[in-house]
């Protein structure tokens, strides 16, 4: 079953504007992670942010953590062109063992 | 450094066939996960392994076999090929280090159509 749910499923923005990306979960967890994913291509990891953490930056990425509301938050200012992807949040529970459950996905579209 | 590697990278079946998909790290990761990515599903887990000569189930193992007899090397196979396999299966590694601050290398994928 899938852990993530992101919203919205898909996101149409103008360069420049930010992007926001919601993911909620079920169960407790260790961290949560985002990845990207360009068309027909693998993910790539873009930034963790473990339970004990409220929020974290990379660059122009904010991710924010709310563990008694279930929900992240993934954030990309002033989006770029190359910044169309779909968005993914994963969560790893811990059960003993380093095991990641993704949500579906938020695909991004940004225009020039 | 090539990180993860998979190959094919695309592959027709007819329903029936049998394949492998073979993963390759160089990263000397420790744990290493076969997912499968539908429309519209995001990627769920089929099997994965904590090491060499062990693997383990994940969410959606049947129909799915799995072996890593060396460390680097994960492969999956499938004995019977059903058109419900078609999907594209993406392989991906970790160590527990890693995992704690900077989640999973992907591979580029495998696109599979079983026909």
């Known amino acids: 079953s899938q852990q993530g749910e992101e919203d919205p499923q898909a996101l149409s923005i103008q360069e420049g504007e930010n992007a926001t990306m919601n993911c909620s979960y079920k169960t407790s967890i260790n961290n949560l992670q985002w990845y990207r994913q360009n068309s027909g291509r693998g993910l790539v990891h873009l930034i963790l942010?473990?339970?004990?953490?409220r929020e974290k930056h990379s660059g122009r990425l904010r991710v924010t953590l709310d563990t008694s509301k279930k929900s992240s938050s993934l954030l990309i200012t002033a989006s770029r062109a190359a910044d169309t992807a779909s968005y993914f949040c994963?969560?790893?529970?811990?059960?003993?063992?380093?095991?990641?459950?993704f949500g579906t996905g938020t695909r991004l579209l940004v225009s020039p | 450094n090539a990180g993860v590697t998979q190959t094919p990278k695309f592959r027709v079946l007819k329903t029936g066939q049998s394949m492998t998909l073979l993963c390759a790290q160089d990263m000397n990761h420790e744990y290493m996960y076969w997912y499968r990515q539908d429309p519209g599903m995001g990627l769920r887990l089929i099997h994965y392994s904590v090491g060499e000569g062990t693997t383990a189930k994940g969410e959606v193992p049947d129909g799915y076999n799995v072996s890593r007899l060396k460390k680097q090397n994960f492969l999956l196979g499938l004995e019977s090929a059903a058109p419900s396999q078609t999907s594209v299966y993406f392989c991906a590694s970790t160590s527990p280090e890693r995992a704690r601050g900077y989640g999973y290398t992907f591979g580029s994928g495998t696109r599979l159509t079983v026909v």
């Open positions: 994963a969560t790893d529970d811990y059960t003993g063992f380093q095991k990641l459950v």
């Open positions: 942010i473990r339970s004990n953490e």
